[in-house]
C-alpha cells in the first residue's frame, strides 16, 4: 500500500492547482505575460545535486510556469487553429497517463488495442470514409500526414515493382508529386523526410481562396509517365476553404495518381450535412490526414493518418523482430500504423469523447464554430477600416487593417494592431501573409466559445484599431 500512499497527496495536489488553473482561465489574460528571461529566472538554475520534496517541485513549478502559460484552453483563443479540450478528454488523460499503456502491441495493453479499433470505426463512419480503411493513431497531422505519404510512396511505387522498404530511394523510379500552390508547410515536411525535396514538387496554381485549380492539376500532369502522387487539401489553414476534390479526384486518378488529403481541421466538414459539400466526393481519395486535437478538442497527441488501403499502410510502417510476439488472432498492432515503436494509448480521449458528446454534439461542435467565425467576421466587417478577405466558409477569417494614412503602410497598422491584441490580453490572434498581404489569422475552434466571447473579442480588436488610428492622426497633426 506504500506507493499509493505516495502518490495520493501529489494527485490531489495536481487537482487542487489544475482546477485553480481552470477557474482562473477566464479571466487572466489569454497570452502570456513573463518573458523569457523571467521564465528562466523562475525555472532555471544549476542542475540540482540533491533532490526535493516532490510537493514542493509541483507547488514551484506551477508558480514558476504560470507567467509563462498561454489560456489556449480558453474560449477566446483563436490562434493556429487550436481546439481547447473538453473536460472529458481531460480527465480521460489523467487516467491514461495512470494506467501508463503502451500501444505498440495488443498483447502489452489488449484494451488500448480494442479502444483504437473501435475509435477508428467510429471516425470513419462520422467522416463517411471507407469502412475498411486502416488508421494510425499519431502526434499530430503533421505525423499523420507523413505516415500516409510513407504509405503512398510504397504504393505508387510497388506498382512500378520496386520495393522501397528494401530497396530504398536512391536508385528508386522518380516519383511525381503535385501540390496545391497553397500546400501546407507539413505536407513539405513530411515529403521531405520522405526523401522528396521541396524543389523537386510540381505546383498546381490555387484560386482567390487558396483551393487548388483543376485545370493547372491537369496542367502538371501532362505527359507524366512513373509514379505519382497529388497532394489535396481539406481546410485551407488561412481561409477555411477546401480544393475541389471531385474534380482532382477525377484527374489525378486518371494519371493512376495516389491522391492524399491534407485535412487537419476542414476533413469534418464531412460530418455536417450542410458542410459537406465543400468536400464532395472525399471518401475517394487513397489517404487522409487530420488532427483531433484541433476541432475535436482532445489533448494534444491526438493525430489520426487514414489509408484507403491497409496493405501498403502495413507495409510502409510495419517492423518485424523475434522478440514482437503476435498472436494469431491479433487484429490490431497498434505499431503497423504509425512511425513509432513505444506510444501512448492514444485511443481513449477520442474514446471518451465520441460517447460523450456523440454525432449530434459533435456536429454541433462544428456548426457552433462557424457561426461563430461568421458572427466575428460580421462584426469586423462593420469596423471602418478593417476588411475581411475571405469568404468564411469554415472557422477561419483573415482580417486587413487599413492604415488612415495617404501613404500608410497597411502591413505594418496590421502588424501594430495584431501585437496591441496580444499584449492587451482579451484574446490571442496570430499573423500570417496571405496573398502577399500581412492579415490577423482568426480560427474560431474551441468548445467553449460563446457568441459573448466573439463579440467581446470583435470589440477588444476594434478598440485596438481605433487606438492607433488615433494615434497616427495626432502624430500627423
Not at 506504500?2 to 477566464?26: C, F, K, S, Y
Not at 467581446?456 to 492622426?473: K, L, V
Request: net charge negative; with cysteine; glycine share 8%.
Amino acid at each position: 500500500m506504500r506507493p499509493v500512499a505516495d502518490i495520493t497527496p501529489l494527485l490531489d495536489l495536481a487537482h487542487a492547482r489544475a482546477l485553480d488553473w481552470l477557474a482562473r482561465v477566464p479571466t487572466r489574460p489569454v497570452g502570456a505575460t513573463a518573458t523569457r528571461a523571467q521564465l528562466l529566472h523562475a525555472l532555471g538554475g544549476a542542475l540540482p545535486w540533491q533532490g526535493a520534496p516532490a510537493a514542493d517541485v509541483l507547488d514551484a513549478l506551477c508558480a514558476g510556469v504560470e507567467p509563462g502559460l498561454v489560456s489556449t484552453v480558453g474560449p477566446r483563443y483563436f490562434g493556429f487553429v487550436t481546439g481547447g479540450a473538453v473536460p472529458v478528454t481531460v480527465a480521460t488523460e489523467w487516467l491514461a497517463s495512470a494506467w501508463d499503456q503502451n500501444g505498440a502491441l495488443y498483447v502489452m495493453s489488449p484494451a488500448a488495442a480494442v479502444v483504437e479499433d473501435i475509435v477508428s470505426g467510429w471516425v470513419l463512419e462520422l467522416l463517411g470514409l471507407p469502412a475498411s480503411a486502416s488508421v494510425g493513431f499519431v502526434t499530430g497531422c503533421h505525423m499523420a500526414n507523413f505516415t500516409c505519404l510513407a504509405a503512398a510512396r510504397h504504393e505508387v511505387l510497388r506498382r512500378h515493382e520496386w520495393d522501397v522498404e528494401t530497396q530504398g530511394l536512391q536508385r528508386a523510379p522518380a516519383i511525381t508529386v503535385v501540390v496545391g500552390g497553397e500546400v501546407h508547410v507539413s505536407i513539405t515536411g513530411a515529403l521531405r523526410m520522405l526523401g522528396i525535396g521541396t524543389s523537386e514538387l510540381r505546383v498546381a496554381n490555387a484560386d482567390g481562396q487558396g483551393r487548388m485549380r483543376p485545370d493547372a492539376l491537369a496542367a502538371q500532369l501532362a505527359g507524366v509517365t512513373g509514379p505519382v502522387i497529388v497532394c489535396a487539401q481539406a481546410g485551407n489553414v488561412n481561409t477555411g476553404a477546401s480544393d475541389p476534390l471531385h474534380a482532382i479526384l477525377s484527374i489525378a486518378h486518371a494519371h493512376g495518381a495516389w491522391v492524399h488529403v491534407d485535412g487537419a481541421f476542414g476533413l469534418w466538414a464531412a460530418a455536417v450535412p450542410e458542410l459537406a459539400p465543400q468536400v464532395a466526393s472525399l471518401s475517394q481519395a487513397d489517404s487522409w490526414a487530420t488532427d483531433a486535437h484541433k476541432w475535436l478538442n482532445v489533448p494534444y497527441d491526438s493525430g489520426l493518418a487514414i489509408v484507403a488501403h491497409p496493405a501498403p499502410h502495413r507495409a510502409a510502417l510495419s517492423l518485424r523482430a523475434s522478440y514482437l510476439q503476435r498472436g494469431d488472432d491479433e487484429e490490431r498492432m497498434g505499431m503497423d500504423w504509425v512511425p513509432e515503436s513505444s506510444r501512448r494509448a492514444r485511443g481513449f480521449a477520442l474514446y471518451t469523447l465520441i460517447r460523450t458528446l456523440g454525432r449530434e454534439g459533435l456536429i454541433d461542435l462544428f456548426r457552433r464554430s462557424c457561426a461563430h467565425a461568421r458572427d466575428m467576421a460580421q462584426q469586423l466587417a462593420a469596423v471602418p477600416g478593417l476588411s475581411i478577405l475571405n469568404d468564411v466558409v469554415l472557422n477561419q477569417v483573415l482580417v486587413r487593417c487599413s492604415s488612415p494614412r495617404h501613404d500608410g503602410d497597411d502591413d505594418e497598422m496590421t502588424r501594430r494592431v495584431m501585437a496591441s491584441i496580444q499584449a492587451e490580453g482579451t484574446c490571442w490572434a496570430g499573423g500570417a501573409v496571405w496573398q502577399g498581404r500581412q492579415v490577423l489569422r482568426i480560427s474560431v475552434s474551441n468548445w467553449s466559445t460563446t457568441r459573448e466571447d466573439i463579440a467581446r473579442s470583435a470589440e477588444a480588436i476594434a478598440r485596438a484599431y481605433r487606438a492607433h488610428c488615433a494615434t497616427d492622426a495626432s502624430a500627423s497633426a
